[in-house]
């Protein structure tokens, strides 16, 4: 194994969060509206035989299938639209819907307002297996649903033997 695997993930479309205090999977386009993925870590026909038919339904679209075992860097953007809550809430996931080795959060942070929009960036690294899928998962504090109005997730991966 030579070389850096990338998956780069972009929607710019609001996604609207329910109100419900839960975690829900960030959902991204597939094909060309990806922002990069030669490696197939987000595809429709998913390594597990599922196929998603539609991505803004599906949360097995806000997946990526990591293609190598390595060191994984995870990096994320949230653009939040405006809404009555006291913080937005993120994290990353191995498997979040255990589908595979069981949901392991990590990178878990909460944000209170800010004047202005709410931008928050992140990043972690961590070890990444083909079979597990890796999440961006986010909720808030407000009492109706929030619009998650742009969002990116991206994972790079260098390989490693025995990671």
């Avoid at 695997?5 to 999977?25: G, T």
Wanted: glycine residues 10%; proline residues 9%.
């Amino acid at each position: 194994m030579t070389g850096v695997y990338v998956c780069s993930l972009i929607v710019n479309e609001p996604q609207s969060i329910p109100a419900d205090r839960a975690y829900h999977v960030v959902r991204f386009p597939f094909g060309s509206a990806e922002s990069y993925d030669d490696h197939g870590m987000h595809q429709t026909a998913q390594p597990d035989g599922h196929t998603v038919t539609d991505w803004r339904r599906d949360d097995r679209s806000g997946l990526i299938w990591p293609a190598v075992d390595g060191w994984g860097e995870l990096h994320a953007l949230m653009y939040w639209g405006d809404g009555d809550y006291s913080e937005v809430r993120d994290r990353f996931v191995r498997d979040p819907l255990s589908l595979s080795t069981g949901y392991d959060s990590t990178c878990t942070e909460d944000h209170p307002p800010t004047p202005g929009g709410q931008y928050r960036a992140k990043s972690w690294g961590i070890f990444v297996h083909p079979g597990t899928p890796i999440g961006l998962l986010v909720t808030h504090t407000a009492p109706d649903p929030v619009d998650l109005t742009f969002a990116e997730f991206k994972l790079v991966i260098h390989p490693v033997e025995d990671a």
